[in-house]
């Protein structure tokens, strides 16, 4: 439970740092509760959120609804306090060993004489929180609860705390009555309380400090540590679990050994109880991570409640097959010795993933044969296969579907010999959707959105006049007018966004030139809109999780990250129902959650719109059986059961390009316009567009980056299968790591480990300083010399990664270029490891200081033990990623290293 927004806020984004995936919000007796998925080091949760109101008759009454409902094995009362004493200070966290109830007393002809009340908090619970790792100063005391705000050093109350409660170490409003609440429903209860101020009269500068959201993320990450390593059932000191009943009433059998099928589709809210549904489907075969657990899942209400992992919910995956879907010609079969492997692009990967489950394994031509599909990017999985797919590319695939059939286009165009060989002449559509211009709704309105219509010149138009802009428009407090735009070597909307830049120099699209690219007119005018851009990126993905993010934390929400971004009509839909990713998708800062405060709407250039068909390309030279199975799985996909429940609620048209019928998701309310009347806008032919893609480096904004690289002795570790040691994988992906950078870019080389190591008083050692990619120093080209620094790179001491991250940051801030990208690109294998550095907490606040230029921050979690003391291994990465405008990026199986390294790469 949480009394206040502050408090639920940051419980919210304490979770999300511990990757647990939001998977639902409901009303349970009329509050309304916000669920997530946790991994614990012992169990996995179900933690249910809410926020139940000040008072403890409040807080009593709404843990009694809750509980009355979702039974749950743990509950915490999670919030701030004021301290009672002078060694309790603001920022440390008080466990409650028992709580006070201040009010009880007896009033007489001769005095008041207190009667005080206590409730006993859970001894298993304060237990575990006094042996987690918790960064926060912790006092395991009681606390007292009472109606009232003190903050006057002396009177009454003061008095009757010091005297009758005098070891209470805090004083809050909620704590009894949800305790007595807990106590009435037998669950094992914690209260867990940041403090925001000393109650002594100055509490309303503490306020204004920020005390509370201090005090509140400190409680948040003390009750969250609880439940990481709080052993659940009977392998600790909690209760029996309760044993979910069946629709017969008898308890379900365990599964017998078999992993369970994840449940598929986005499905509706988790039950109140884990009872099976009216199939009597059983409730273990919900989704699951692992296979069946001797230990059974377990459950909080944190205002929190948590329950079994093994429940339903929303963007659950169920593998069950869909009514009214086409009976395939192939028979099923039990043990696949055989698999057809389908590359495909993020925005639609998960999707597809989860319609292979249900499709199950067909029998074709003797083999038995299983559908993986497996996620790539559209322009990396085109290169790979243009160069012949080597054994670092993982996978062949047999079926590749990409974002749009341009990237079928430049693969015949690009591929020679036997690579040429294997794509087909054209490919069917599996759904369709269209580019659109993307805004925050605001933004969209003072622009007359959705009655006006723009043309894609008038868009070049705003964005090479981009200083000034909205001050025009009466919004002078949105800055510039600021473009999102992906690389068009890798994004398909991307690619689809430049050409209708070239078509609004030249007005012509299918017939764009070789000679209409070299034309100097032409690429000025592309370059002047280039400029408008805040940075690039290989997917919409990194655009759309960043807005999300200023949606959430600017005071200017969406309008301070970006004015306009390309975007397929799906992503926006997506987007405004909730998925930050703006997609379905398994990324685990993806998972679908509350829809944004700004959402976004979609404008359609009225002189003509790109479309991404998302192909499904059949490469040639398949065996029969695969062949079998790929043309009957496009069947299946394009079926209109298949389409309605694994496409239609993210956004995706059919693979006709019509709007569904009745479609709840493609509205003008979710920011779209399905009936907007517009010319399809046709691609070039694929040498024109591979000239292009050679070309937009030399018209793209610059860059002004530093890389700095992790070298301390950990990254001599060896990659498990393959021989290498991460600084030697890290050596070979070098030429991925400086390829895209050309002569107008700014680029520099720091390497950090600690400041013995590195035999000075600091963690770093700047190898090339920041300057012209391509201009001469002594010793070389500096391309050459950061070329040949990565090369000698050796390991040694341990990770100074906080001060080297700050200094890295003042650094570009003393160089920053305001016509550039200013960037960073950090890469390690650990964590912070300086015990003298400077806190996370002031690095974070250093690097998202809004009086200082922004330094985007792009992270990469490198190898299996990157950051691990943080669950996920990608937590403070990403907060820092977050912090500065960026990305962080998984490399956790370090082999994957030179792919993510052109991910990185992309947004510069």
Excluded at 421 to 428: G, Y
Excluded at 530 to 537: N, P, R
Excluded at 811 to 835: C, F, H, K, W
Aim: with cysteine; charged share 25%; aromatic share 6%.
């Amino acid at each position: 439970m949480t009394a206040l927004p502050v408090e639920f806020s940051a419980l919210r984004d304490r979770l999300e740092a511990e990757s647990a995936r939001h998977v639902g919000r409901r009303r349970v007796n009329g509050t309304v509760v916000q669920t997530f998925r946790l991994d614990g080091a012992y169990a996995p949760w179900t933690v249910h959120v809410a926020q139940v109101g000040m008072t403890n008759v409040a807080a009593a009454l709404g843990t009694h609804g809750l509980l009355a409902v979702l039974r749950p094995d743990v509950t915490l009362l999670v919030g701030i306090a004021g301290s009672l004493k002078d060694d309790v200070l603001p920022g440390d966290v008080v466990v409650a060993t028992k709580v006070y109830e201040i009010h009880g007393a007896k009033v007489s002809a001769t005095g008041r004489g207190a009667r005080p009340d206590a409730v006993e908090t859970s001894l298993a619970l304060w237990q575990t929180a006094l042996h987690a790792e918790v960064r926060r100063k912790t006092h395991f005391k009681p606390i007292a609860s009472g109606d009232v705000v003190l903050d006057a050093g002396s009177g009454d109350i003061r008095t009757r705390l010091s005297t009758t409660y005098e070891d209470a170490a805090a004083l809050e409003m909620e704590g009894f009555g949800f305790c007595k609440a807990a106590q009435r429903h037998r669950t094992e209860a914690l209260v867990i309380r940041g403090i925001s101020d000393r109650a002594d009269g100055d509490k309303r500068a503490a306020d204004a400090a920020g005390g509370q959201r201090l005090a509140a993320t400190n409680a948040a990450e003390v009750a969250v540590a609880v439940l990481m390593e709080h052993q659940p059932d009977g392998t600790g000191t909690s209760r029996p679990r309760r044993t979910p009943k069946s629709s017969t009433g008898r308890p379900p059998k365990p599964p017998t050994g078999r992993t369970p099928k994840p449940p598929a589709g986005p499905a509706p809210e988790p039950p109140a109880r884990r009872t099976p549904p009216a199939s009597g489907r059983p409730w273990w075969k919900g989704r699951a991570r692992t296979a069946w657990l001797p230990l059974a899942a377990a459950a909080v209400t944190l205002g929190i409640v948590l329950q079994s992992c093994v429940d339903g919910g929303p963007d659950t995956d169920d593998a069950k097959p869909l009514s009214g879907a086409p009976t395939s010609s192939l028979s099923t079969c039990d043990q696949a010795d055989t698999r057809l492997t389908i590359a495909a692009s993020v925005d639609k990967s998960e999707p597809l993933r989860r319609a292979a489950r249900a499709y199950g394994t067909r029998m074709a031509d003797g083999r038995c044969v299983q559908v993986r599909v497996e996620d790539r990017n559209s322009g990396e999985a085109m290169r790979a296969l243009v160069d012949g797919w080597g054994e670092s590319d993982g996978t062949k695939p047999d079926v590749w579907a990409p974002a749009g059939s341009s990237w079928l286009s430049l693969a015949r165009a690009a591929a020679t010999g036997k690579h040429a060989e294997q794509f087909p002449e054209r490919a069917e559509p599996i759904v369709q959707s269209p580019l659109t211009i993307a805004m925050p709704k605001p933004m969209a309105e003072a622009l007359d959105w959705p009655e006006r219509r723009f043309t894609w010149s008038q868009l070049a138009d705003w964005a090479k006049n981009a200083d000034g802009f909205w001050a025009q428009h009466g919004r002078p407090e949105w800055g510039a007018f600021k473009l999102g735009k992906t690389n068009p070597g890798y994004s398909t909307s991307g690619l689809n966004a430049t050409v209708a830049a070239f078509f609004a120099a030249t007005g012509t699209s299918e017939e764009l030139s070789a000679a209409h690219v070299d034309d100097p007119g032409n690429r000025a005018f592309v370059k002047s809109i280039e400029q408008a851009a805040v940075h690039y990126g290989d997917t919409t993905l990194t655009f759309t999780s960043n807005l999300r993010q200023a949606d959430r934390n600017s005071p200017q929400k969406a309008m301070s990250y970006i004015s306009a971004v390309t975007l397929e009509e799906s992503t926006v839909a997506a987007y405004n129902a909730g998925y930050p990713c703006g997609a379905l998708n398994a990324g685990r800062t993806c998972a679908r959650t509350s829809a944004p405060d700004t959402p976004l709407v979609s404008f359609y250039p009225k002189d003509g719109v790109p479309f991404s068909d998302h192909p499904y390309i059949e490469l040639n030279g398949m065996s029969a059986a695969r062949k079998a199975v790929a043309d009957d799985f496009l069947r299946y996909l394009r079926s209109p059961a298949v389409f309605a429940e694994r496409f239609a609620p993210y956004g995706f048209r059919t693979h006709e390009g019509k709007v569904p019928a009745g479609s709840t998701v493609l509205t003008e309310e979710n920011g779209v316009v399905p009936d907007a009347q517009f010319t399809s806008m046709p691609m070039p032919r694929g040498e024109v567009l591979g000239h292009l893609t050679e070309v937009w480096p030399t018209l793209r904004r610059r860059a002004n980056v530093r890389i700095v690289i992790d070298t301390s002795e950990s990254m001599n570790g060896e990659i498990p299968g393959t021989g290498d040691t991460k600084i030697e994988r890290l050596k070979q992906a070098e030429p991925k790591l400086f390829g895209e950078f050309t002569g107008t870019d700014h680029v520099g080389l720091w390497k950090f480990s600690d400041a013995y190591a590195l035999g000075g008083e600091r963690d770093y050692k700047e190898l090339v300083p920041l300057g012209p990619y391509t201009e001469k120093l002594p010793g070389g080209t500096r391309a050459q010399l950061l070329s040949g620094n990565v090369r000698s790179l050796e390991p040694e001491g341990a990770t100074g990664l906080y001060d080297t991250l700050d200094a890295a940051v003042r650094a570009m801030r003393d160089d920053y270029d305001p016509q550039a990208i200013n960037a960073i690109v950090l890469l390690t294998d650990g964590r912070n490891e300086d015990s003298q550095s400077l806190s996370k907490e002031e690095l974070l606040r250093r690097i998202g200081d809004p009086s200082k230029p922004q330094i985007r921050i792009f992270t990469i979690a490198y190898g299996s033990e990157a950051d691990e003391k943080d669950k996920g291994g990608r937590t403070v990465l990403q907060e820092i990623a977050r912090a500065g405008g960026g990305q962080v990026y998984d490399a956790k199986r370090a082999e994957t290293i030179e792919q993510v390294i052109t991910s990185v790469i992309s947004n510069f």
